[in-house]
């Protein structure tokens, strides 16, 4: 089973268990981690932006129009932010850290 790993706002990290073909929104959610996901997953928010690690960053596939459309909305936006919902757990993904956003 492929893992990941979240890092909490206080620093403290989660490594779960990642099944294919679920959004990192999805995962997280599973895991009782600290990500909201208002819209559940239609792109329609950015309540689920997550902070990638950037040795990951790299190796997602790239963001859609739509995607920054919304992470434009996101408080402490970075390089490396994404939506959980739009991030699809894989193979290639096994190891994915990433962080959650503080908040304000």
Not at 16 to 35: F, K, T, Y
Not at 59 to 70: H, Y
Request: with cysteine; net charge negative; glycine share 6%.
């Amino acid at each position: 089973m492929p893992k990941m790993t979240f890092v909490e706002t206080d620093g403290t990290e989660k490594e779960v268990d990642a099944p294919l073909g679920l959004s990192v929104l999805e995962i997280a959610q599973r895991n009782d981690i600290d990500i909201e996901g208002a819209c559940e997953g239609s792109l329609a928010c950015a309540t689920c932006h997550v902070v990638i690690d950037p040795s990951w960053y790299g190796k997602l596939e790239e963001v859609t129009e739509d995607e920054e459309d919304m992470l434009d909305l996101a408080f402490n936006l970075t390089e490396t932010s994404r939506l959980g919902c739009q991030l699809i757990m894989s193979e290639a993904l096994d190891g994915l850290k990433v962080k959650l956003p503080e908040s304000l």
